[in-house]
């Protein structure tokens, strides 16, 4: 891989459950065409997916970057929902805002921000109530 690191971003759609996973999935082969070792493919996967989960669902949409450097990627979830009032309470496994709609479709369990903590080595979440959510994912390159 050259000095440059690459960029690969999408839109994701409010509501749009046909295209769920997408995003993640183009991460996905990406990273194995780029040669990237297949536990930092797997880990990078559930990032990418708990994000556009997320972003969907609580976010109102939004856009999911990777960003893949010569020793770590970074995928980083932007959305202009309503933001996270308790980051602390949301960390928390079970804990969910997702509506009764999102939980009957099997989604909204609680899980995606311990899954992008627990699958990434450093998560930093920005967020304000009433102006959005910024969450950065760095996964590190094994013997970096």
Known sequence: MGQEPYVEEYTIQAGDFTSIGEASTKFRAT???????????????????????????????????MTVASDHLE??????????????????????TASDEIRELGFGAGMGLPNI???????????EVGTGTVLTARIDFPGQ
């Open 31 to 65: 990273l194995k065409m780029l040669g990237i070792p297949s536990e930092v493919v797997r880990r990078a996967a559930v990032v990418a997916y708990e994000a556009e989960m997320n972003a969907m669902i609580h976010g109102g949409g939004g856009t999911l970057r």
């Open 117 to 127: 903590e627990r699958n990434s080595d450093r998560m930093n979440i920005e967020t």
């Open 75 to 96: 995928i980083m979830a932007a959305d202009q929902g309503p933001g996270i009032p308790d980051v602390a309470l949301a960390m928390q496994e079970g804990y969910s």
